[in-house]
Every structure is written in C-alpha cells, then in structure tokens.
C-alpha cells in the first residue's frame, strides 16, 4: 500500500487540476475573491504546447486578470489580422479587426506558450493562488456522485488526499474527469489530424502583417496549413486534414507512420507556403495530434467544473482554443464565486454558465463547418451577402459573447450546410 501524506492544512475552497490557461484563469479570478485556491501543475516546468495565437476578444479576460500591460511589455509579436489563400494560392485581403472596432482590444499576440502559460501562473500566484508545480492528480475523489477531491502524488513522490468544496478539470486533453464518467463525444464530421513544427528565418511580411495568422489550402483542398509568427524569429507551421486523409493511408509496408513526409508532401501541394520556409530551419521533428474535435456533454457536477479543453475543443482554423480556455476559465470563475457565497456546490449553481458559453463555442463551430465545406468561398459569400462582413469578422475576433453574430447563420445555410447545436 503507498504511504498516503498528512498535510497539516489540506483542506480548500477549490482546487484547479492544470496549470494552463483555463486552469490559471479560474484560480486567479477566485483566489483574488479571498478563497483558498490550490492550483496543481503536474509538469515541473514549463512546457512546449501548441495553439499559439490569440484572438482579440482575449483582450477583455487579460483585463480581469490584471495582464494587459504584461502582455503589452512583452515581445510576443502583435496580431492585427488573419489571412487566407485559397486552393488556386490567391491570398484574401487581410480580416484586419481595428477596421471594425478601433478599440486597443483589436491588436492581440502570437503566443510562445511555455512563456505565457508561465506569465499567467505567476499571476495567479501574485493574486493569492497556491501555485504547486510538478504534482501530478491520479484521481479526483468522489463521495456518491459529488467530487470532494483529488489524490495527487506530491513532488516528493508522496501520495496525498486534498479536499476541496469545488474541484476544476482544466486538465486539457487529458480530460481525467469527462473520461472517467465517459461523457465525451468525438464530433464525427471534425475527426481531423494535424502535424506541426517550429521553423526558424520563415518569411514575414511586413508592417502590421508582420504577425499575422495566415490559413493556407493546398491545390486539392484535402487539407490547409496554418503559419503563425512567434518570437525568437520563429514560426509555428502545421498541416491540418482529416484522419484518414492525412495519416491512415500513408504508412510504410511495416505499418508506421512516416510523418514527416506526410508534412513535406503537403507542403509541395502548397505553393504559397514554399517560398516563406525556403530558407528556414525546422527546430524540432515534427509532433502529431489526432480527433481533436469533442465535447462533453455537461460542464458541470455536484462539486465540479471542466474548464477548457477539459470540457471541449474545437477546430484550430480560427485559433479559438485559447480564447476559448480563458473564456470558460473567467465564466468558471464566477459561477464558482457565486457558489462559494451561497454555499452551493449543486451542478445547476455550477454550470450556469454553460448555455451561454456553449452558445459562443457554436457560433464559431458554424463557421468551422463552413471553412470545410469544399465549394464554399468567404469571398462569394460575402459578394452575395455583405451585410455579413460584420458578423465573419466578430466571430474571427472572438467576439461572440459581446455581440449577437447569429445574423449570419440564415444566408450562410442557403450557401452550405451547417450544422445543428450540440448543446448541452
């Protein structure tokens, strides 16, 4: 039997499993409430991680946070604007967000995330947050159908059982409580691949496109890549198609995966994108990720919350992975305080936030089904109906919970097939 730890003080309001920007972000807006908050990071250090590029509406989460100036002093390059280069390699006018909302919140970053993860638990810690890095959470503890808990093996290799009235799954896509009550759904028309890497000296363009976030099909439309500029004159490039187009059928004859290969052969299907890496240095073999596109089908229990990619993701067509983590973090946080105040710790007290989050998360999943309809063109959408100019750019910016952008969804459907909502 392993030694189980006695913690003098082992009792919390809320204990946050990860360290992410979901996780960080609830335990900084509670912990500043004067609750106790633990927050357990099982890496010790901070970690490469994909999903690098912000959307603007972050901007108003960063301003909860305490960030803004932070974020402003740094040297993450500045995002004005997402591009797209269709399959024929002609590039779109730029979707420069100022040119609808003058606002400073229109100007966002391109993110390295072992850097700004850090950046944001150093702020929890600063508002209060019990930061412990390198614990690692083998379960969450349950009595009847409330959780209560966690039992975690400390940096000492100790094994040790903490209470808490609200436990936070902000466990990526580790999701350790969706999988342990199995309430995930792979969305089955988004079962997608990517592989992705780091280059160093790729091309930029210049001005304010410097840091851009461009989207580029290849000639079949059978997948598109992503090019985000980063710091240290790096760019992240990844290819994205589906599962069985990008990695089922193509293995060598014992079977394996060459996917670095997969990577060069879709890039020599994407002439655009050539000449920015033709001089470049790739910094590290390329990683895979697969069927990233679910959901659970609740956020909320008796005593817990998912927060981020614990709860669901998306697509990374429009880089809503982050602004979705710290929306649902801020939103989490809320609920969470409120519960705290009213000593209830019920599902209903703890998901009321879900139907409005999940309300956002649908309106740029539309837009995800959209990008992948084959014959459906943002430019002849939006040459029959430009009255949607607004609405293409506020979901592009996030802005999705400020803004009814639903308007859109009515031409759209006469011009490709969108889905239904998931709900909850």
Known sequence: MKKVAIIEDRNYDVIVIGGGPGGSTTATLVAEKGHRVLLLERDKSPQFKIGESLMPATYWTFERLGIIEKLKASHFPQKYSVQFYSSSGKASAPFYFYRNDPHESSVTWQVLRSEFDQMLLENAQEKGAEVQRGVSVHEVLFDGERAVGVRAKLEDGKIAELSAKVVVDS?????????????????????????????????RDEGID??????????????WFWYIPLPYDRVSVGVVGDL????????KSDGTLVHQAI??????????????????????????????SYRANCIAGDGWVLVGDAFGFLDPVY????????????????????????????????????????AGMEAIRKLVYAFYTKDFSFARFLKRFPECQQGIVDILSGN????????????????????????L
Request: aromatic fraction near 8%; glycine fraction near 8%.
């Open 171 to 203: 466990t990526g896509q580790s999701a350790l409580i969706s999988r342990k009550l199995k309430i995930n759904k792979i969305e089955p028309k988004l079962k997608k691949a990517s592989i992705y890497t780091h280059f160093e000296g790729g091309i």
């Open 210 to 223: 410097e840091g851009a976030t461009l989207i580029l099909h290849t000639e079949n439309k059978d997948s």
């Open 244 to 251: 069985r187009y990008l990695l089922q059928n193509r293995r």
């Open 263 to 292: 990577f060069d052969e879709e890039l020599a299907k994407c002439p655009p994108l050539q000449p920015r890496l033709a001089g470049a240095k790739q910094l590290f073999p390329v990683k895979v990720t697969k069927d990233f």
């Open 319 to 358: 880089s809503s992975g982050l602004f979705l983590a710290l929306k649902s973090g801020e939103m989490a946080a809320d609920a969470i305080n409120e519960a705290l105040e009213k000593e209830d710790f019920s599902a209903a007290q703890l998901g009321c936030f879900g139907p409005d989050f999940v």
């Open 400 to 423: 999705v919970y400020r803004t009814d952008v639903t308007g859109i969804f009515g031409p759209m459907a006469e011009m490709c097939h969108l889905p239904e909502d998931m709900g």
